[in-house]
């Protein structure tokens, strides 16, 4: 049997191709020869190279010979970006049954949580190293870049963060004096607004803010750099990505969350005062309490639980950035991965403050 390709192999040439001729082709066995001549071919595009690689594929399954007369190499270039040695594989083989078995997927995910761990810890030495060598070599970070990444995510989240804290202020203040009214105690919702604000809600909010906008941002953003081998580039050239891509969102992070926290509570405290101002309480008397209960240990608790927030977010979207695959799925899962491990950590790590300044009596 032969077969001759035409001048112009297209979806409208070849079409008529695939009809005639590999009902023949499929045939054919071991022992029969095929015959294929492609020295008319001018021009090629994916449907010829798709009816090429379907017969080379055939001849690999069912056993048959091609003799290729192929005087302008178009058949050879179409073949050395497929892996001929492989058309031979059964496509089941391939495409393997996903394993079931309760115990095979437990072991997996013990394997696959023990993986992550040893990641994080390598990244976090990697860090407290390169964090260890900026002390002695401040030059090294990137100034610019640390104003730009502290901008987009603390000067940009403003308007969100303003908006939910004063939200929050507003709905525990209306559900608080709701409550307390029946006792005739309205007057200490500003108290526990003020002390809840300041000693958790508001680091808290805008941390799981700062995890849902920078936070997969980073490991986005590095993530594609990493697709697009610039983080390769980086390396090749000397330069530490750890010093040039995660320090200085790292910083910004760490920098940003207590300035948007602080807005988050101000926005808050409006909130309240304006329901306690509809429930008849004066301002001044809301305000007062505020100020009393707005204590310098209540206010420095909620910085530093701030900036160790901030510092979790940007450790673990930079992380998940630096370990993402080279797809843009991988990049999809890295992004995703960034925000449930910040969580998840802010969540722990909140868990174990509230412990410690239990027994320390803060």
């Not at 709905?171 to 919702?189: D, L, P, Q, T, W």
């Not at 003020?194 to 941390?207: N, P, Q, V």
């Not at 790590?349 to 300044?357: R, S």
């Amino acid at each position: 049997m032969e077969i001759s390709l035409p001048e112009t192999c297209s979806a409208e040439t070849v079409a008529e191709l695939w009809r005639s001729a590999l009902p023949v082709v499929a045939r054919l066995g071991e022992g029969d020869k095929l015959a294929l001549d492609a020295e008319a071919v001018v021009t090629c595009d994916g449907a010829g190279e798709a009816l090429i690689v379907e017969l080379y594929r055939r001849s690999a399954r069912q056993g048959f010979a091609i003799a290729c007369r192929d005087g302008r190499g178009v058949v050879a270039r179409t073949l050395e970006f497929f892996a001929v040695e492989r058309f031979a594989e059964d496509s089941a083989a391939a495409n393997p049954v996903r394993k079931t078995s309760t115990a095979v997927q437990l072991g997996e995910a013990v394997v696959h949580i023990w993986q992550v761990v040893c990641e994080q810890m390598a990244f976090l030495g990697e860090a407290a190293t390169a964090f260890a060598t900026l002390l002695f070599r401040p030059g090294r970070l990137r100034l610019r870049d640390t104003l730009l990444h502290f901008e987009r995510a603390g000067i940009d989240a403003l308007p969100i963060t303003l908006l939910i804290g004063f939200l929050f202020g507003l709905i525990v203040a209306f559900m608080a004096a709701a409550s307390m009214s029946r006792f005739g105690v309205e007057v200490y919702v500003a108290d526990l607004l003020t002390i809840g604000l300041f000693r958790e809600l508001g680091a808290l909010i805008t941390a799981i803010i700062l995890a849902g906008r920078s936070g997969s941002a980073f490991a986005a953003e590095i993530g594609t750099m990493k697709v697009n081998e610039e983080v390769d580039a980086l390396e090749t050239l000397g330069l530490p990505p750890m010093t040039f891509l995660a320090l200085p969102r790292v910083f910004a992070s760490t920098l940003a969350l207590p300035l948007l926290s602080i807005f988050a509570i101000a926005a808050g405290l409006f909130g309240g005062a304006m329901v306690m101002t509809a429930t008849g309480l004066p301002s001044t008397v809301y305000w007062q309490r505020v100020f009393k209960a707005a204590t310098l240990s209540n206010v420095l608790l909620g910085l530093f639980k701030a900036a160790v927030f901030g510092l979790l977010v940007g450790l673990v979207g930079c992380s998940q950035g630096l370990h993402t695959g080279r797809t843009a799925d991988a990049v999809g899962r890295a992004a995703t991965a960034a925000v449930v491990g910040s969580l998840t950590l802010i969540t722990v790590f909140d868990g174990i403050f509230a412990v410690l300044f239990y027994v320390l009596g803060v």
